[in-house]
DNA sequence: ACAAAAGTGTTATAGATACACCCATGC
DNA sequence: GCATGGGTGTATCTATAACACTTTTGT
């Protein structure tokens, strides 16, 4: 890739800024990333994670939306949201580069078509990584599993209808431990975020209750749990 | 620039980066920012962030520190982390230029020298603000409330010893409704954010028992409450 | 003694976990 | 009938809010 960086660094001021997200998804009941395999140097055969240049007339945002929209069909990202900076001046080789970074999910039903050089990978058994990437998977993965816990960011991990068990296969992944239907079940609807469809399931093959069907409330971020220690006088 | 695999538009742009701080603290029982008068065209006499260029060879965070020292001895900052970058394509008139932007805390027994041009504001009160220094402020207010209730962050806007009624005061102002000292006692030192110093101080004019200083078992910032919905087993 | 401010004891309440038990289906 | 997975009822536990009451000082 480019530069020796001879003139880069003598021309004072110049700041590349770079647009990265980390895109979680749940696979095979793990919590996945999405990275591609870097072709050339630096850094060589080494996993990144998608993105790119921010450009001139867009935000942040608007930047990882459209270059992830070619990773990805744009639409099936359920939630995309701001992570932190990643500045140190040598965080790549060569020219200087500042990177706003981006927690992305995708819900576990849909399978995005991907480019060849692009593949998911456990988040707790990642490949060799490019620059400072995996501190980026590593913050993304740590928001998701906080927001798990007072919002309803669940529905970004969920397809739009999903039993019960499902729901718990897929909060016990993101978040590294086993949770119990249901007390999961309790909470999120004392919380008014989940709600039955009124639909049911067709048993297994094994015989058991038909599960019945549900939905989240809403499918945009919410806060659901003030957690406020102090709480406002009521 | 390195690394990427898509081809991105053109590079026309000279994308400038600035730090900027919404830097708070308790002034009167307030919650109040410190803020500079502009002098000059754009938005010239509005209130505007103190801040500045990222310089080469300075991640964000250290370039946010070097810069309000020269506002405000650095030493007198006791907690800086990062918000959010803001980077509409026109917040600035002119050249385009990203800004992270950061939360910044001072203790409420400093009171740093500023120049002539800088003073502070309380924040429910606001002057007119430059560019979109009105929405970091708010950013920054919100994210030291919401860290009051789960983390130790108190101890950035006390002096090192303090009443329980000084430090009712401090967390009344900042969260914006009263608090009562009985419970932030208590709380606090269960989770262990809080320890007498043993000793006390002299009661005031008007009698009453005289009142035990206490001060942060830590002074850096920690998680207190995990406050997990979905707790792992124990 | 009395007022004032600080600090403690006690109860109430909310929101979660744990676990036993009941329900509906396939074989 | 019975194994299997789904769902509910109920007890328990933990942490905070509310408030009455006690303690320690100055005048």
Same mark, same amino acid.
């Given at each position: 890739?480019?530069? $020796?960086? $001879?003139?880069?660094?003598?021309? @004072?001021g ?16 793990r ?8 072709a050339? #140097?630096?850094d ?12 001139? $007339? ?11 929209? #070619?990773?990805?069909?744009?639409? @099936? ?10 500045? @140190?001046?040598?965080?790549?080789? !060569?020219?200087? &580069? ?19 050089? *692009?593949?998911?990978?456990? &988040? ?22 906080? @927001? ?12 739009? #209808?999903? *039993? ?27 919380? !008014?975020?989940?709600?039955? $469809?009124?639909? *049911?399931?067709?048993? !297994?093959?094994?015989? !058991? ?14 806060? *659901?749990?003030?957690f ?7």
């Amino acid at each position: 890739m480019p530069h $020796t960086n $001879t003139s880069s660094r003598a021309d @004072k001021g110049y700041v590349g800024h770079e647009v990265l997200a980390g895109v979680l998804q749940i696979r095979d009941d793990r919590l996945q990333v999405m990275l591609w395999q870097r072709a050339q #140097e630096p850094d060589v055969h080494r996993w990144s994670l998608p993105g790119g240049r921010l450009a001139d $007339t867009e935000d942040v945002e608007s930047s990882i939306r459209r270059q992830l929209a #070619e990773k990805v069909d744009v639409h @099936k990202l359920s939630h995309v949201e701001q992570l932190s900076v990643f500045s @140190k001046p040598d965080r790549l080789p !060569g020219r200087r &580069v500042v990177a706003t970074a981006f927690l992305g999910l995708v819900p576990s039903d849909t399978d995005p078509a991907m480019p060849a050089d *692009t593949a998911w990978h456990p &988040v707790d058994a990642l490949p060799p990584t490019a620059f400072d990437h995996e501190l980026i998977v590593l913050a993304a993965r740590d928001r998701l599993r906080a @927001k798990l816990s007072y919002t309803n960011i669940g529905f970004a991990l969920a397809p739009v #209808e999903f *039993t019960v068990s499902e729901l718990r296969r897929i909060y016990s992944a993101a978040l590294g431990y086993q949770v119990a239907a249901t007390n999961l079940q309790r909470v999120l609807s004392r919380r !008014g975020v989940l709600e039955p $469809t009124g639909r *049911t399931l067709p048993a !297994g093959p094994a015989g !058991g209750r038909p599960p019945a069907l549900f939905q989240f409330t809403s499918r945009d971020l919410q806060v *659901t749990d003030p957690f406020a220690v102090f709480r406002p006088p009521t």
